[in-house]
């Protein structure tokens, strides 16, 4: 059965889409799922930020059909493996865990690269153009390294 990695973020506009594109890229279809989600409803159906889209495609990654949808309790069982992108996404996840084994499927995503240090991945809604260039080169960095864990552990 594949492997499923869920990523989230608060709008799932942003940063989880290209977190999604980003690792899916480097995982073999048939055995890895990625999926992601946002811990808000406000762009529920919506395709990614453009400006996520457009350092996407500047990376070689197509990922605008995806389409927003919000993080849900059942996510918990369906997915093996959850990343957030910051400390308020983290903590709104947990509020909805029902069991210990929800909550130790929930890890900040950059822990990956600097381990139990807690960064948040900046939300690049509000900012300048270049937030997307720096949130993709963190989430590049991240991505690698939970890659080659997963491989190693289920390919
Ligand atoms: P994201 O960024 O969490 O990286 O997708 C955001 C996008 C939209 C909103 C918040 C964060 N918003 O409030 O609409």
Redesign the pocket.
Known sequence: MAVKILMV?????????LAEGILASKLPKNKFIVDSA?T?S??IGHSP?KRSIAVAQKNKLDISKQKGRQFKTSDFDNFDYIYV?DSS?YNDVIELAKTPEHIAKVNMILNEIFPNENVDVP???YGANNGFDLVYKMLDEACESIALKLLNKHA
Do not use: A, E, F, Q
């Open positions: 973020c608060l709008g799932n506009i942003c940063r989880s889409p946002g808000g406000w762009h930020d992108m996404n939300d690049p809604y």
